[in-house]
């Protein structure tokens, strides 16, 4: 039902958060979204549409928790067995929480840090979600016009999350490919710098631990020189382990939250953590965002604030119910490791084998691929270029390392969690034959290491194809019958 | 073990130290007093009962029978294979069926006069964020919304706390029945102006809490009218529009503006949710309902901070699409809430004490301006004090809604079982009989 909205003087008629672009939308993390929307992959009914590899989400665990869910029927209240709590439940809207859901969240952040801290049940305040874990925090941490500083590359949602409504800044702290991204001393103390210089006061420290998009965890040294740079300039330090149960390698994730354990003089009342289930148990339509501040009046704040984002007393009741669950918890977390760990090898393997290389990494639901000999010039136009071909031609979308504000062309986000087996195998084949037909097309001499090690490599094309193609057909598609890779044979 | 060590006070922002969430304010001691000594018929029955939460409990059997017969499908369908697909969605849309079964309640509830667009309704965790939301999109930190007096206190916080919107108050009073007049409207708008601060929009709360009346028709077109002339907004908070007792005599804004072809619609907005009508706070559902194209994107797009979880989407979708179970739940409801509220004023009057005519809500709005000393303010909040200690009452004060004249109280009685009510009537009527004779 249409409206001859006359929508004059609309403009005027909204305010300035509701004009401006903070939402974010018009950023290319999600151009590519809309690629997938209006051309979706389906196996048989759209072989052809666009793979999704740019939603970091984990679907490899489903099965565990459906199994939970079936054999706990009281755990829905709306089921037979669970019904006589409903009313009760349907009726809290106390924002403290109902004491089973933080009891429960609590332990099994515990548990993801193989219990080598524990967490109080009293500090654990609901958001909407991560979003608005984050939103919240800022708006309890800084003034319209402070700013967070946050190490790139780093999430694009933070853009909207931090700033949108609050009208806080982001300062990027710049994270070079160079040295693996690693967050050094002096990239931080430049950021500062750079933001007194500009008058700009910073309240805060934003890190991603494990990190969106690297993959990667923060060593030991690196979190204590966090914790230390923090207390010097007196900003917080907020912490998002969204990905904490996603480590699926050694080395072990090392929580903020052990740090400060082991750091005599950190003052506690600086450090934050932002949590949500959405990542590590597979579940971000139920909006469970959590707040745990080590600091009274931030989590008195923070909780208040929680009245405009609580976490629905029936998904709180389920949570509640699934996450005391001893023997659950640790069977999933240890099995969620495993086929992420799985999963992840499989992709940088045959990615390998093309000569595509990705930041080494041990967590997350995504790899950092490496794209930049792709690449017709080191700028983010070519990167552009490059990803708007792999979306339309190749038909993946995966997320360009410019939206996550990294400071090196060429790199890309690649999410491999959220789809089956047979699609890993389609989305690898159609990578590996991208990537065969650039270097076919690209003559110069500089490649030639790339055939050499295609040589080298040849033979382990037929075991990877035993790994990953069904035991009994050989696929058209497949490197081996390629021409391209006979020819060079 | 860390030493103990001076450390500098860090800072946090000034919305963090600021007190406009409101919690300080009478409204919620008396909760405090209630936590401390809640009443109970057999474990503690001279403890405080809780008559300052407007909670709708009086149709709960009606969905604990829905959700026996339909436990299966409420809950992911055979053996809980929908459950991955659900805890997946987190599309700010909302569920499709959940939004087109949202749409055709707000329909039924409003007996078929006016029709809502699926595509129109965003999804927000309660009206509490909804309205923070619409404030958000609407105006720009230092504007204002005019508001009518008395108001639900919540208000407070939810449109200015982190907005930095200013509240400018819409006075109202006894003289005939607390309705908005049109010199009303003008004097809160010129106060504005005269302050400097500029008026984005009017926000009605259509039936009124805490006055437990729907606004008449033509007042709601003097007030369509006067924001068109003036080019502003129009919010009507109608989350307690289920809850009118004789279906005829709401109506909603939606309905006039589709009396009127939907000319100017563009700036009126409405807020629903489901904690009133179908008594589930605890679920988090709010809905914004705006004819206004750009205000519903930019909804969508906030409601990220702030969205409906998908478990509850998919019980309340099945439950609402519904048609016979609603119809029969409306209908019913309606009457429990009539009885109730007949039961109270009867009850009141045996007391002597008397209230505004009521037609709606799960409360009355009470005078007892002839107990206090004096018409000020402290003497009612004397008052309130004496029946909260004395009486063993929480009610609200007139003054924590921002009620112009003192001596009106808020008085809720859907929140408990038709016993509780009886001993809190009893408590009062006890009370006003003491009083008399102290006074005779």
Not at chain 1, 53 to 74: H, R, S, T, Y
Not at chain 1, 257 to 285: M, Q, T, W
Not at chain 2, 78 to 95: C, I
Not at chain 2, 314 to 338: A, C, P, V, W
Request: net charge neutral; glycine share 6%.
């Amino acid at each position: 039902m249409g409206f001859i909205s006359s929508n004059r003087n609309n403009e005027q008629l909204l305010s300035k958060i509701a004009t401006n672009d903070g939402h974010g939308e018009n950023s290319s993390y999600f151009e590519g979204w809309k690629a997938y929307d209006s051309d979706p992959y389906h196996s048989t009914q759209n072989p052809n549409g666009v793979i999704q590899m740019g939603l970091a989400e984990n679907e490899l665990c489903f099965d565990l928790i459906q199994e939970w869910v079936q054999n706990n029927p009281k755990a829905s209240i709306c089921t037979a067995e669970g019904a006589n709590e409903f009313k009760e439940i349907a009726i809290s809207q106390d924002y403290h929480g109902l004491p089973e859901f933080r009891q429960g969240v609590a332990k099994f952040m515990g548990k993801v840090r193989g219990d080598r801290v524990t967490f109080d049940p009293d500090r654990i305040v609901m958001s909407g979600g991560a979003t608005g874990a984050h939103e919240t925090l800022a708006f309890c941490l800084a003034d319209p016009g402070d700013a967070f500083l946050v190490p790139t590359p780093y999430y694009p949602g933070f853009d909207r999350d931090l700033r949108w409504r609050t009208g806080t800044q982001i300062v990027p702290v710049v994270c070079e490919s160079s040295n693996n991204f690693k967050l050094t001393k002096e990239a931080l103390e430049a950021a500062f710098q750079k933001a007194t210089e500009a008058k700009i006061r910073v309240k805060g420290l934003l890190i991603t631990n494990p990190s969106n998009p690297l993959g990667t965890i923060l060593d030991r040294d690196t979190l204590k020189t966090l914790v230390r740079f923090t207390n010097d300039k007196n900003i917080h330090l907020v912490c998002d382990e969204i990905y904490a149960a996603t480590v699926f390698n050694q080395p072990g994730f090392i929580s903020i939250a052990e740090i400060i354990e082991e750091e005599l003089y950190c003052n506690r009342d600086l450090i934050h953590i932002v949590y949500s289930l959405s990542k590590d148990l597979g579940f971000p339509g139920f909006r469970v965002g959590i707040v745990y501040s080590y600091n009274d009046q931030v989590t008195s704040c923070a909780r208040k604030m929680s009245s405009f984002g609580l976490v629905s007393t029936q998904t709180q009741h389920l949570i509640g119910s699934l996450l005391s669950d001893d023997i659950f918890t640790e069977k999933f977390i240890a099995e969620s490791a495993d086929r992420l760990a799985k999963r992840h090898e499989i992709f940088i393997k045959g990615l390998a084998q093309v000569g595509i290389g990705s930041l080494k990494s041990n967590a997350g639901l995504f790899f950092w691929m490496d794209l930049r000999r792709l690449l017709k010039e080191p700028t983010i136009e070519a990167e552009t270029a490059l990803w708007r071909l792999i979306i339309h031609e190749v038909k993946l979308n995966v997320s360009p390392g410019s939206s996550f504000h990294c400071s090196d062309p060429g790199w890309f986000r690649v999410c491999f969690a959220n789809m089956d087996d047979d699609t890993v195998k389609i989305a690898l084949r159609r990578i590996r034959n991208f990537v065969l037909q650039r270097k076919g097309l690209d003559q110069g001499p500089a490649k030639r290491p790339c055939w050499q090690n295609k040589l080298q490599v040849s033979l382990s094309f037929r075991r990877l194809d035993d790994f990953v193609m069904a035991p009994h057909r050989m696929s058209p598609h497949s490197p081996i019958s390629s021409p391209l890779v006979r020819a060079r044979n | 073990m860390a030493i103990e060590i001076e450390q500098p006070r860090v800072g946090l922002s000034k919305i963090a130290v600021s007190k406009t969430h409101g919690e300080d304010s009478p409204y919620f001691a008396g909760w405090k007093a209630y936590d401390e000594n809640p009443y109970e018929e057999f474990g503690n029955p001279s403890g405080v009962i809780q008559m300052g939460l407007a909670e709708n409990q009086v149709s709960f059997d009606m969905l604990e029978d829905y959700l026996e017969q339909h436990s299966e499908e409420a809950s992911w369908g055979k053996k809980a294979s929908g459950f991955r697909e659900n805890a997946l969605f987190q599309d700010y849309h909302g569920l499709q069926f959940f939004r087109k079964a949202m749409a055709s309640f707000m329909e039924q509830i409003r007996g078929g006069r006016a029709k809502f667009n699926p595509d129109r309704v965003v999804i927000t965790a309660g009206a509490t964020a909804a309205n923070e939301l619409l404030t958000f999109i609407l105006a720009d930190p230092g504007d204002a919304l005019l508001v009518p007096t008395p108001y639900y206190p919540g208000f407070d916080r939810d449109l200015r706390w982190r907005t930095g919107v200013n509240i400018v108050p819409i006075h109202c009073d006894s003289s005939n029945n607390f309705q908005v007049t049109p010199q009303a409207l003008e004097a809160a708008y010129k106060s504005a102006e005269s302050m400097n601060i500029k008026v984005r929009g009017v926000l009605i709360t259509n039936p009124s809490n805490p006055l437990g009346v729907t606004i008449h028709r033509s007042t709601l077109e003097h007030i369509l009218d006067f924001v068109t002339l003036k080019n502003i907004h129009l919010v009507s908070d109608e989350i307690y529009s289920g809850s009118v007792f004789s279906p005829t005599e709401f109506t909603s804004v939606a309905e006039i503006l589709q009396w009127r072809n939907y000319k100017d619609c563009e700036r009126v907005h409405i807020v629903y949710s489901l904690s009133k009508d179908l008594g589930l706070p605890g679920f988090r559902v709010g809905t914004i309902y705006s004819y206004n194209d750009q205000v519903v994107t930019t909804a969508r797009r906030m409601s990220s901070f702030t969205l409906i979880s998908s478990q509850t989407q998919q019980l309340l979708g099945l439950m609402l699409s519904d048609e016979k179970f609603t119809g029969n739940y409306i209908t019913k409801n309606r009457d429990r809430l009539r009885n109730r509220y007949e039961k109270m004023i009867s009850g009141l009057r045996n007391a002597g004490v008397e209230c505004l005519e009521g037609n709606a809500g799960l409360f009355c709005w009470v005078n007892l301006s002839p107990l206090l000393e004096s018409q000020t303010r402290e003497s009612e909040l004397a008052v309130w004090d004496l029946i909260l200690h004395r009486v063993k009452l929480n009610i609200s004060p007139g003054s924590s809604c921002h009620c112009s004249e003192p001596g009106w109280f808020r008085v809720c009685f859907a929140n408990m079982s038709e016993k509780t009510l009886e001993v809190a009537l009893k408590r009062i009527q006890i009370f006003m009989e003491e009083r008399k004779i102290k006074s005779d």
